[in-house]
């Protein structure tokens, strides 16, 4: 039917006008990554005074999460928190052994930290596909959060 | 369909093409070659294809029914109703295998059970609980328009089921962009996506309520008068200004809805039964429906808003100088409404189906209007075993059969035999025009 020939030029036609503009990365991993880095926020060279007088009442330094352990490996997060504001919160230990943990982690990980810097607490969301990287980074959360007095 | 129906009809697939490559490349773009490096990870990666062109589907399905004036006017409304219906199912199998197939990736990746693993995303994933329960409500609505299924429901409930396709459409959204690798970290692919969204919900808030309720203000409708025709069927004459404006053509229909207690919350499609004049509209209705009992209650006064005219089941459409109206029980009413338009010169017969002689509604209308004319009338009452509608049995009134314009309306077995009859005698598809009740809805 010609009407159904229509639909499959264009599906082509749409399909490789994206494409041609800009070419898949099937290879790589960290596209996702590299853009969310980008948007994580770093301290604020120039604190309000609003935020110094937090500064002088939060708890301040670098708080080391528990290992939390997983089916596919260990979570461990280190949060470094100033005046009671999450300032930097890094993931050192997360399952990194396949290549789809290596995958799915690249992803999960910028966004789980853009999360915890975002909600400013463990009340994160987790994310699609990667469920117990989700559930280890937020324990490991937890409990750093917990020692830094912040429960 | 005129010619330039069909030239805008293949432009409309072009763009329905463009849309789909556009919405797979979303996919191709964000892909990696370890998301089918596994089976459970291609298990997740084809349910992902799924749901983006199912959702796809379901945009367009929406902005199919959207009643866009242009393209009413360019496709026809009844084009757009059989291509809402063409797709309907391809969007609810695919975004049933999305929902299958993402449950066993998951859980086959994370080794546990499916339904544990619904449980898990349910509680951990954003918006997944809301999208769930979209899930069901677009599959009550896709189960409940199956043929089959639809036949023994009234149109009040099918209705009311198919109203929450919006609300799934809509509670969907968030989980997509939340949980969906192509659109984390792709802020063109997600802008992209709520284009789409977004561009459907204001084509419906504008041309589904807007504009109908914008115009049937202007028109100021409301119904003068209630009167019974007969056993179950009810006229209702509605009165207004400036009607002739809007177009209407005797054999089209609107969207009804009564203004008043119990009738406000849900329009209905009815056809004109008489040609519209400048001030009068009218309906004739048969209980068909839950909904209909009701009408001969309504009062006079009563506000009335709709939507329309829609359909080609028009007088003008007619080539040959003859036709044939056949009509079967209440299905009579637009062909009685097409008659007083038909061009003065056309030799017109009219068959008239009904099972018992109360049934023949309106046949005093019919009547005069035949006198006026010189219009025949062949009523045809009883089984249908005793009124076969074959070629040889309608030729024996209407012998110029095979070289008229056949105009058809009534229950969808009568429709589909005169269809038949029409075909088996040669007579070309352009010059078979028919209306089955179930045609309007949508």
Same mark, same amino acid.
């Given at each position: ?151 | ?18 849309? $789909? ?27 992902? !294809? ?30 757009? !109703? ?13 975004? @049933? ?35 769930? $329960? ?142 519209? /004049? ?5 309906? @004739? ?9 009701? !009408? ?20 003008? /459409? ?26 003065? /010169? ?65 229950? @969808? ?30």
């Amino acid at each position: 039917m010609k009407r159904a020939l229509l639909i499959a030029g264009g599906t082509v036609g749409g399909l490789g006008a994206v494409l041609s503009i800009t070419p898949p990365q099937f290879g790589s991993s960290s596209t996702v990554a590299g853009g969310i880095q980008k948007t994580t926020p770093t301290p604020t060279a120039a604190p309000t005074p609003a935020a110094a007088k937090a500064a002088a009442s939060g708890p301040s330094g670098t708080f080391m999460g528990d290992s939390i352990n997983t089916q596919f490996g260990p979570v461990q997060i280190q949060i470094t928190i100033s005046g009671g504001k999450i300032t930097h919160v890094a993931v050192p230990v997360y399952p990194n052994s396949s290549g789809r943990d290596q995958q799915i982690n690249s992803q999960a990980v910028p966004w789980l930290i853009q999360e915890a810097m975002k909600a400013q607490s463990s009340n994160i969301q987790g994310v699609g596909g990667a469920s117990y990287t989700s559930q280890g980074f937020y324990d490991s959360l937890v409990s750093a959060l917990a020692k830094a007095g912040m429960k | 369909m005129s010619l330039g129906k069909r030239y805008n009809a293949d432009w409309a697939a072009i763009v329905l093409g463009v849309g $789909v490559g556009l919405t797979a490349a979303l996919y191709i773009e964000t892909t990696r070659l370890s998301d089918w490096s596994t089976v459970y990870s291609i298990v997740t990666s084809v349910s992902r !294809v799924g749901a983006l062109l199912g959702s796809f589907l379901a945009i367009v399905g929406l902005v199919l029914v959207s009643r866009i004036s242009w393209v009413e006017r360019s496709v026809g409304h009844d084009r757009l !109703v059989i291509w809402h219906r063409k797709l309907g199912p391809w969007s609810l199998y695919l975004i @049933t295998i999305h929902v299958l197939l993402v449950l066993v990736g998951y859980a086959g990746h994370d080794r546990i059970k499916i339904g544990i693993e619904l449980w898990r995303m349910i509680q951990r994933y954003p918006w997944m609980l809301p999208a769930f $329960v979209a899930f069901i409500f677009f599959a009550m609505a896709g189960v409940t328009s199956y043929k089959k299924a639809r036949a023994k429901m009234s149109y009040e409930a099918w209705w009311t089921i198919h109203l929450y396709t919006y609300l799934a459409i809509a509670l969907s959204f968030m989980h997509q962009v939340l949980t969906g690798p192509m659109f984390i970290g792709h802020p063109l692919n997600k802008l992209y996506w709520e284009f789409l969204y977004i561009g459907a919900g204001a084509a419906i808030v504008f041309w589904r309520i807007a504009i109908p309720t914008f115009r049937s203000l202007i028109h100021n409708l409301r119904i003068e008068q209630v009167v019974v025709e007969g056993p179950g069927v009810i006229s209702v004459i509605m009165h207004g200004r400036g009607l002739d404006k809007l177009g209407a053509q005797g054999g089209q229909f609107f969207s009804w809805r009564f203004m008043t207690r119990g009738h406000w919350w849900m329009s209905h499609p009815y056809s004109l039964s008489a040609a519209p /004049t400048a001030n009068y509209m009218r309906v @004739t209705i048969k209980d068909l429906g839950d909904h209909s009992k009701d !009408v001969r209650n309504l009062k006079a006064g009563t506000r009335v808003f709709f939507e329309g005219p829609y359909g080609t089941f028009v007088a003008n /459409t007619s080539t040959r100088g003859h036709v044939v109206l056949i009509g079967g029980g209440v299905g009579i009413t637009p062909l009685r409404a097409l008659m007083e338009e038909l061009d003065p /010169t056309k030799v017109v017969d009219v068959i008239f189906r009904a099972s018992r002689d109360e049934d023949l509604v309106l046949r005093k209308e019919l009547d005069a209007l035949a006198d006026a004319r010189g219009a025949r009338v062949h009523y045809l009452v009883g089984s249908r075993k005793e009124h076969p509608m074959t070629a040889k049995y309608i030729m024996k009134f209407v012998p110029a059969f095979r070289d008229s314009d056949v105009y058809v309306c009534g229950p @969808t077995p009568l429709v589909d035999a005169v269809h038949e009859a029409a075909v088996s005698c040669g007579i070309p598809k352009d010059r078979i025009h028919d209306e089955a009740f179930e045609f309007h809805n949508v």
